[in-house]
């Protein structure tokens, strides 16, 4: 068992950051099995697993002929069909033939028997600069940005098929047409109604469900509420140019008086803000 530093990586019960990905590289590459991962993570060995297969990439061995996940132990002949052939497929040395064409087993996932000591990838294997097979690799970076689209993608658009849309389509106009609303379907077929309300009404308003906003008697009662007047004038702050500090205390020492007006009428009001909270509180 390898020792496991105290140090605290990972918060319990959140995702992955950014220097979860990269910590758990460097324990990929110091040859960490899942379970000694997990425990410097401190995280189940579920999601490492989980992180690993899913985001882990194939680097295919672009120099070699054939690129069989099984050529190591691969023992099959004439493949091609070729009978006066006798030497191996997988070392065949015959240009504009290869076994990949042909070999019904063909697959460019390498069988080897050190992924499962490796967590399923290449990263920390001592044969790597050797191994002729293609390779799971296992990138912080490319896992992060993946992570981030997946984020983004997940909140766009509806989540919902054109088949799904027309089959519950079909299922709501019926007993829309009863004048039965939304809340009302949606507590007497639970089961089947299996979105948020709103959403629903989303979808209508979007076109997503091949549906009326007529056909909703209850919504065509209420008028639509009209947004929020904002103040969209356009102040025109060309007069700040060129006014600093330092413009401010020439100014004052210019002009004592006004400087000396402003004091008062601020103590004044001061005053006047003092005794009105003091009335209040009486």
């Given amino acids: 068992m390898v020792q496991i530093v105290s140090k605290k990586i990972h918060e319990r019960n959140k995702q992955l950051t950014k220097d979860d990905r990269f910590e758990l ?30 985001n882990k990439t194939l680097k295919l061995n672009i120099k070699a002929k054939n690129k069989c996940g099984l050529k190591a132990t691969c023992k099959k002949h004439n493949v091609c069909g070729n009978s006066r052939c006798t030497h191996i497929c997988k070392d065949c040395k015959v240009p504009k033939v290869n076994c990949n064409d042909y070999c019904k087993e063909f ?12 967590s399923g990838v290449c990263n920390g294997c001592n044969e790597y ?50 004048n ?21 009404y989303n979808w209508i308003d979007n076109g997503v469900l091949p549906l009326n906003n007529l056909m909703l008697v209850r919504k065509v009662r209420y008028t639509k509420r009209k947004p929020l007047k904002t103040d969209e004038r356009n102040i025109n702050r060309a007069y700040l140019e060129n006014r600093y500090y330092d ?36």
């Fill in 25 to 54: 590289v460097k324990c990929l590459e110091r040859e960490f099995n899942l379970t000694d991962t997990a425990k410097y993570l401190h995280c189940s060995i579920s999601t490492v697993k989980r992180e690993i297969d899913r």
């Fill in 129 to 178: 600069t050797i191994c002729k097979l293609n390779k799971f690799i296992y990138s912080a970076v490319e896992a992060q940005m993946k992570h981030q689209s997946n984020q983004t993608n997940a909140h766009k658009g509806a989540r919902i098929n054109e088949e799904e849309a027309n089959v519950f389509a079909d299922f709501l106009k019926p007993l829309i047409t009863k």
């Fill in 107 to 118: 697959t460019l996932f390498p069988n080897c028997k050190k992924l499962k000591h490796l």
């Fill in 247 to 282: 413009d401010f205390l020439t100014y004052i020492t210019n002009h004592p008086i006004r400087l000396l007006r402003y004091l008062i009428i601020s103590k004044i009001l001061l005053e006047i803000r003092f005794s009105v909270s003091i009335s209040k509180l009486f």
């Fill in 180 to 200: 039965l609303s939304l809340e009302t379907i949606k507590s007497q077929y639970p089961n089947i109604f299996i979105y948020s309300i709103q959403t629903v």
